[in-house]
């Protein structure tokens, strides 16, 4: 019996091998990507045991140190450590990147939902929605922080806000396609409830581009996170964020530009990993895509 059992397992085992290792072979992009933000998300949870300074202390007496035994990325130009501060600003913009996204997707969902099923809703919501994106997403940004003033959840609505219109108009599209589908024309026929046929029939068909454009969203909120602390409008000083770090950083360039970099990689390789894999993810949930692989 423990013969048998222990085959079955060690057969299991290989077949759960077999398919992590189809998986990366058929979806490279999506495992690199996963694996990137994986890790990222690794040391915003490490953080606290993962730093090798205080990231927010000053320390006169250590300004300005390049990169070394003692501090890996250097100091700043108030003598805090760079690496600290870039793990820890790792924190800020995940959360902000996540956060952006699914509140976006959510409240994009449900306008979407409304506004492609209901005809009465269509013109009124979509008017308001072009209206927003009439706007320039960072500038409305930047008005909503100036109003409201610099705080992490100001920032994350400041970024939201203007994602939610492009959100709106992908599910509206499906929407409008999926509702003449014969199957939902039936439901609607056989007198089914409005809101069951959106949760039976639509909702299902709008779950793998959201995923998709979820993932953009993150990418997209964590590069204007950035750029509103680059411009001083983002998360208040005391809270470490790659953007703010750089900002600092500018004037000190030529003199350190160690101050940069290192938040700037970790900035650029995060939303690689994110875009790498919301490509993945469209290449395995797109079903005319995945035939041809």
């Not at 060690?10 to 058929?26: C, F, H, N, P, T």
């Not at 997209?220 to 964020?241: C, H, R, Y």
Request: hydrophobic share 55%; glycine share 10%.
């Amino acid at each position: 019996m423990s013969a048998i059992t222990d085959w079955a397992g060690a057969d299991l085992r290989g077949k759960i091998a077999g398919l992590r290792r189809s998986m990366l072979a058929r979806h490279p992009t999506m495992a690199f990507g996963g694996a990137m933000l994986i890790f990222m998300i690794f040391c915003a949870v490490l953080a606290p045991w993962l730093f090798t300074g205080d990231p927010i202390t000053f320390n006169p007496i250590n300004r300005l140190k390049s990169p070394g035994d003692s501090f890996w990325f250097g100091t700043d130009m108030f003598g805090r450590d760079i690496y600290s501060r870039t793990i820890y600003g790792t924190r800020i913009s995940l959360v902000i990147g996540l956060s952006a996204a699914l509140l976006s997707v959510a409240f994009g969902l449900v306008i979407g939902l409304a506004a492609g099923y209901v005809r009465i809703l269509d013109a009124i919501l979509m008017r308001i929605m072009d209206g927003l994106m009439a706007i320039p997403g960072i500038l409305l940004a930047i008005a909503l922080v100036s109003l409201s003033g610099a705080s992490l959840l100001t920032v994350t609505i400041a970024i939201t806000i203007p994602e939610i219109p492009r959100v709106v108009r992908l599910v509206r599209a499906i929407v409008l396609t999926v509702r003449e589908e014969p199957y939902v024309e039936a439901a609607v026929a056989a007198g089914t409830r409005l809101h069951l046929i959106l949760i039976r029939h639509i909702l299902p068909n709008t779950i793998p581009p959201l995923i998709v454009q979820a993932s953009y969203v993150c990418a997209s909120a964590m590069l204007n996170e950035a750029l509103l602390g680059f411009l001083g409008v983002g998360t208040p000083p005391e809270i470490p964020s790659w953007g703010n770090i750089m900002a600092e950083g500018r004037t000190y360039f030529q003199l350190a530009p160690w101050i940069i970099f290192f938040p700037g990689a970790a900035l650029a390789l995060t939303v690689l990993g994110v875009n790498v894999l919301g490509d993945g993810l469209r290449d395995t949930l797109d079903p005319r895509i995945a035939k041809k692989m």
